[in-house]
Nanobody
Framework: QVQPVESGGGSVQPGGSLRLSCVGT????????MGWFRRAPGKEREFVSA??????SNYADSAKDRFTISRDNSKTEYLQMNNLKPEDKARYSC?????????????????WGQGTQVTVSS
């Protein structure tokens, strides 16, 4: 398993949008989950969203109605983030696990990218 690679971070004003991308390798397997976690300064890494090989997805309460996760038919997943708030500032990491169940527990994901920084400020 190769480490997933994220891209798409940056700096935006409150209310702005960003789309994160993650190129992974778990698509080679029948059952997998690709997720996003984030870590803000001084805080624990937390679950944001994930999408399964079955197409089902789940979101943290903080991401519902503002973020949308999707994947193409190949190896890339996306996290569209709209109406960004200052509290969304964090380092966002892509994670993969070889199960179609998308856990919200970071310890259940063995494969992690290096992360991409998202900054929201005026």
């Amino acid at each position: 398993q190769v480490q997933p690679v994220e891209s798409g971070g940056g700096s935006v004003q409150p209310g702005g949008s960003l789309r994160l991308s993650c190129v992974g390798t778990s698509y080679r397997y029948s059952n997998y989950c690709m997720g996003w976690f984030r870590r803000a300064p001084g805080k624990e890494r937390e679950f944001v969203s994930a999408i399964s090989s079955t197409g089902s997805s789940n979101y943290a309460d903080s991401a519902k109605d503002r973020f949308t996760i999707s994947r193409d038919n190949s190896k890339t997943e996306y996290l569209q983030m709209n109406n960004l708030k200052p509290e969304d500032k964090a380092r966002y990491s892509c994670a993969e696990r070889l199960s179609s169940f998308c856990s919200t527990r970071r310890a259940t994901y063995p494969y992690w990218g290096q992360g991409t920084q998202v900054t929201v400020s005026s």
